[in-house]
Each structure stands twice: as C-alpha cells, then as structure tokens.
C-alpha cells in the first residue's frame, strides 16, 4: 500500500541546535517533494519544493534532500528559534494527472528557548 | 509572492443549513484549485480538483452533490457544503496552482476555512 510517514511524535530542540525531520513514502515516484510549514488553526505555507533529479536545495537556514533510491527526504532547520516552532508537512508531487498533493501526516517540532 | 485568501475564517451554523467558502487568487490567475480537508491532528486529505470552466473531479468518497464545488473564474473557487451536518465540521483548506510557465509546480494554499456545525 501506498504510505507516507513523518515522525509521529513531537521533536523538542533546544534553540540553536539544527531540527532534522524525516519524509519516508512508500510505493509512490514522486516527481517533486514539498515542504510546508503549518501553525495551528492556518493553512499550510510553502517553504521548499525539490524534484526528483536534485540532491539538495537550500533557503536560507533550509536545507532539504531527497534520496529516491531510498524514498527519503530530509528537512534540516540550522540556528533553529523559538518561532521556528510549528508542524511541518512533506508532500508528494505526481507530476501527473490532476497534480494534487499527497501529504505526510506531519511532525511538530517545538523549539525551546 | 502568490496570495489565496479565503472567506470567511470561520463559520458556525446549524444543522441543514448550507455553507458558501470562497477560495481567491489574488496575484495570479490559477487554473487549477484543490479543496482540502483536515480534520484535528490529522493531515491535509484531497477532497477535489477544479479547473476554471469545467466540472470539478471529486476524491473517491467525497459526495459531489454535497460539497458543490465552481470554478467560475480564474480567480475564484467556491465550496458550497449543502445540508451541513455535524460530521461536517472540519478545517477546509484551498489551494491553487498558476497557469503556465514558472512557478507551476507550487501550490499555493489559502489560510482555511474552520467550519462548526451546531
């Protein structure tokens, strides 16, 4: 069966450290992988797309990778804040069909000051 | 950056009656537009796609005559929820995607509908 699985369970940090959050998916070929920041009671707001044929994209403090081989995306947060403290979403871009996403259930990260 | 905005944030009503949500693009125009839906603690579950001047497709599951969905420009989504009931009450969330050229591999999502049925 088609699944795709973040960590379940809320990841603390302490402020400064680097936040990595895991993307697993199962049984899909994504052409893109996305990540977006959701805050409770708020849509969800893109932070970085990667596709299939990249290894690494950065956005300031953001960094994403994408493994297809092992069917992983990793999503680091460097000098991480206390407002970086949100649930963060991976979502699978088909490249086909209607080209809606695909969403993980997401994993919170709570950063400590 | 792209905008979609949403109306209205929130919205109680009672059971049987009927719920407009509007879904705008405010600096593009976009040709397709995604209703979602996420219930507490739960992720963002497709309900249905639309595309500007054409029917909508609905996720297996999703009743398309209780949630009416109209693409009437290339600016503007609507979700009409018919007879809301309490199981009904959910976080609506829309998204959309620009037509052609860059920038159309990213959706776009709308801050969310919180839907209350009493």
């Known amino acids: 069966s088609q699944k795709i699985e973040q960590n379940s369970e809320a990841l603390n940090i302490q402020e400064g450290k680097t936040a990595t959050l895991t993307c697993n998916y199962t049984?899909?070929?994504?052409?893109?992988l996305q990540w977006y920041r959701q805050d409770p009671g708020r849509g969800p707001v893109f932070l970085l797309l990667?596709?299939?044929?990249?290894k690494e994209k950065r956005k300031e403090r953001l960094k994403v990778t994408f493994d297809t081989t092992l069917k992983q995306s990793l999503f680091h947060i460097t000098a991480s804040q206390p407002a970086d403290s949100a649930t963060y979403l991976c979502a699978l871009d088909m490249k086909a069909g209607r080209r809606a996403l695909t969403f993980g259930s997401g994993t919170r990260l709570q950063v400590q000051p | 950056g792209a905008v979609v905005s949403q109306h209205p944030s929130w919205v109680i009503c009672k059971s049987g009656t009927s719920v407009k949500i509007e879904c705008r693009s405010l600096?593009?125009?976009?040709?397709?537009m995604f209703w979602y839906r996420q219930f507490p603690k739960q992720s963002l579950m497709l309900m249905a796609t639309?595309?500007?001047?054409?029917?909508?497709?609905?996720e297996q599951g999703v009743e398309k005559d209780k949630f009416l969905i109209n693409h009437a420009s290339l600016t503007l989504s609507t979700l009409t929820v018919t007879s809301a009931h309490p199981e009904d009450s959910s976080f609506y969330i829309c998204s959309a995607r620009a037509g052609g050229g860059a920038g159309t591999d990213t959706q776009y999502f709308g801050p969310g509908t919180r839907l209350t049925v009493l």
């Open positions: 990667i596709r299939e044929n990249e």
């Open positions: 049984n899909y070929s994504p052409a893109y």
């Open positions: 600096d593009f125009q976009a040709t397709t």
């Open positions: 639309s595309n500007e001047g054409s029917k909508a497709t609905y």
